[in-house]
């Protein structure tokens, strides 16, 4: 987690307001991730696919 990150955690513990990101928030964050490391292996394009639930 990068600082600027882990302030608004604080901030956000500290202020008991609600957390701006969810699970499926991070679950983009892991598969945008691996579809771009997957491009530059393959050294095309990919297609981002919806995530639900």
């Given at each position: 987690m990068?600082?600027?990150t882990r302030t608004l955690?604080?901030?956000h513990v500290a202020l008991d307001e609600p957390?701006?990101?969810d699970l499926?928030?991070?679950a983009r964050?892991?598969?945008l991730?691996?579809?771009g490391l997957r491009?530059?292996?393959e050294g095309r394009r990919l297609d981002?696919?919806?995530l639900s639930l």
């Open positions: 990068s600082w600027p955690f604080l901030r957390w701006r990101w499926l928030a991070g964050g892991v598969q991730g691996e579809l491009s530059s292996a981002v696919p919806e």
